[in-house]
């Protein structure tokens, strides 16, 4: 069966596209900003998940990529006078080719020295970009304000970045879907089962690797240069976050490691989630430590994630979440 | 300005054997069971706190602090291995990670709530040592001692006593010393409660150094992963050695190129050596 005939894959799709026309009809400003964040971690779960969830190795700093990703694209903006769209290209194309370098070296690593290496790769990145002058140091860079006047002033330009970042999602969503069923993709969970059988079967790991990485990293560099155009500036403590790429994973944990669905659902689940605890009077102190708890309940008792556990339970619901 | 290297060369190795415990905790965690604790920073956090507490409520004098400091950490790393470690135990490493990481959480969170983030220190100065033309804190150099002292403890624990040799087997091969009566869950809960117990140490001794937030166990258990890289993961006495290396290049570089790049050079050696030796400077090959 073809695959844009499934359910599986028209429901994220339908999904996120109907949500991002009922914010463009109803055009409020604080919707938008939710839907913003909403989508930005839905995109940026994602693309962790391309990674994560197929060849199973953990990235600790995939946030770097949104920040390095961010930071060259709003250079481009800010310094080079480029549009969004081409800058915000040059970001996720920055991205795709730090990944690669870093990849041909770092995916020779399995498992835990993987993740302690992506790790380092984060803090070493944060640290070289406060150092980095054609970067603003450690102060960042600032959005001059006529960049905005291209796009019909500064509230035209949130609208404009609102629905790339939509269309970017939607993208990510189709990728991902793409290369879970194609036959790369099968390569990769075979890697994920066992990377020594699955080099004996004839996949190409390395390189299958390494293509994976620099998917899974283009597009954290376009949501990148997205949201720090929208916020009009960027300094290196917002960019590289180490607690963002954490929420990352929790987001594709909570959903569903190695599903299409997953990260959708876990994004959407943990915003709120993180959004409720915040407010709530009782909570509010404590919401990290809640957050922490519901982590480990997770892992422990739920690995499979929230999608995956469904799928397993109700086998006929599978066709509609891949 | 060779007086000026010395003497920050001095400071930076005298710093790096507190590194080393910190890291050995790390470092014999997964020596033992293959598990990165990724709590590790927030109980050297506690461990300053421990003590700090301690010495400002009780009067207690800080060094003395530190031996409660250890019982508590022994016994805070019994109830995190039994509640969230064990049972991830034989997962994939995903899990032990985000397990251990939620653990993290938690008590940043908790503790966050309960101290807030505003720094603290210890108010207890031992007055500064002069050797030749070389001045440090006193506090350097006892914490330096303390540091040798808890290694030399570890070794003769792991290498002369009954349950120290079964964590030696236990790392080398679970099943065969489950085979050969060694009760395996046990000796596991074992080696946790002493990791945290050196990061609770080590974090004692940091106290007595520097001021402290809740969330500055964070750079240190970074400084842990890069020793634990540096020494061989799973190496407890290289451990120290990739302590003092870390240590030395904290006083040496700051002399050749602004502060800030030193955590530049510290991760790019990091990935560096990941990459040409991943079993550390000193393990087999």
């Not at chain 1, 290209?89 to 080719?97: E, P």
């Not at chain 1, 498992?111 to 960042?140: C, H, K, M």
């Not at chain 1, 190695?258 to 876990?266: D, E, F, W």
Request: aromatic letters at 12%; a positive charge; glycine letters at 14%.
């Amino acid at each position: 069966m073809k695959a844009w005939l499934k359910p599986g894959f028209w429901l994220p799709l339908v999904l996120v596209l109907g949500w991002g026309l009922v914010v463009l009809l109803l055009r409020q400003d604080t919707m938008r900003e939710s839907a913003f964040v909403l989508l930005m971690s839905v995109g940026l779960a994602s693309s962790l998940n391309i990674l994560l969830g197929y060849t199973g190795y953990v990235s600790f700093g995939h946030i770097v990529f949104f920040g390095l990703g961010g930071y060259t694209g709003f250079y481009l903006i800010s310094e080079q006078g480029w549009p969004l769209i081409p800058a915000a290209l040059g970001g996720g194309l920055l991205s795709a080719f730090i990944a690669l370098l870093v990849g041909l070296a770092v995916l020779r690593l399995r498992g835990a020295y993987f993740a302690l290496a992506t790790i380092g790769i984060n803090e070493a990145a944060r640290a070289f970009v406060s150092n980095f002058q054609p970067y603003g140091g450690a102060t960042g860079l600032f959005v001059n304000f006529s960049a905005y006047e291209k796009y019909g002033g500064a509230g035209e330009a949130l609208w404009t970045t609102f629905m790339l970042l939509w269309i970017t999602v939607m993208v990510v969503l189709v990728v991902s879907f793409l290369v879970k069923h194609s036959r790369f993709g099968l390569g990769l969970m075979a890697i994920r089962e066992d990377e020594d059988a699955a080099m004996v079967m004839g996949v190409k790991a390395p390189r299958a690797k390494t293509i994976t990485y620099v998917i899974s990293a283009f597009f954290p560099g376009v949501i990148g240069t997205l949201y720090f155009f929208k916020n009009g500036n960027i300094e290196p403590g917002d960019a590289f976050q180490l607690h963002m790429s954490i929420e990352m994973l929790v987001m594709v944990m909570l959903g569903g490691m190695g599903t299409v669905m997953g990260p959708l659902a876990g994004a959407v689940g943990y915003q709120w989630l993180r959004g409720y605890l915040l407010t709530s009077p009782l909570f509010k102190n404590l919401h990290l430590a809640l957050a922490g708890v519901i982590l480990l309940l997770i892992v422990l008792f739920v690995p499979a994630g929230a999608v995956g556990w469904v799928r397993g339970r109700f086998p006929r619901l599978k066709r509609f979440l891949e | 300005m060779l007086d000026q290297l010395i003497s920050s060369l001095t400071d930076g190795l005298l710093l790096g054997f507190v590194y080393g415990v910190a890291a050995m905790g790390l470092t014999l965690i997964w020596g033992v069971m293959t598990v990165i604790n990724l709590a590790h920073g927030p109980v050297i956090a506690l461990g300053m706190f421990g003590t700090y507490l301690l010495f400002t409520h009780l009067g207690l004098n800080p060094y003395l602090a530190l031996i409660p400091v250890a019982g508590s950490g022994l016994l805070l790393g019994f109830i995190i291995y039994v509640i969230a470690v064990h049972r991830v135990i034989n997962a994939p490493h995903l899990s032990s990670l985000l397990a251990t990481f939620a653990v993290n959480m938690i008590i940043i969170g908790v503790c966050t709530a309960i101290f807030s983030t505003s720094p603290q220190n210890i108010d207890y100065s031992l007055g500064s040592v002069e050797l030749g033309f070389l001045t440090f804190p006193a506090s350097r150099l006892v914490g330096a001692f303390g540091a040798v002292l808890v290694t030399a403890g570890l070794y003769l624990f792991l290498y002369f006593t009954r349950p120290g040799k079964a964590i030696r087997a236990v790392a080398n091969n679970r099943m065969a010393s489950e085979l050969m009566g060694i009760p395996s869950s046990r000796v596991l809960a074992l080696s946790f409660g002493l990791g945290t117990m050196l990061a609770a140490v080590a974090g004692g001794l940091i106290a007595t150094f520097f001021p402290f937030t809740i969330l500055s166990g964070g750079p240190y258990e970074l400084k842990s992963f890069v020793i634990c890289v540096l020494g061989g993961l799973g190496n407890p006495l290289g451990a120290l050695v990739g302590g003092l290396i870390l240590g030395g290049l904290e006083g040496l570089v700051p002399a050749f190129m602004p502060v800030s790049w030193v955590p530049v050079v510290e991760f790019g050696l990091f990935v560096l050596v990941l990459l040409v030796r991943p079993s550390g400077l000193f393990g087999a090959k």
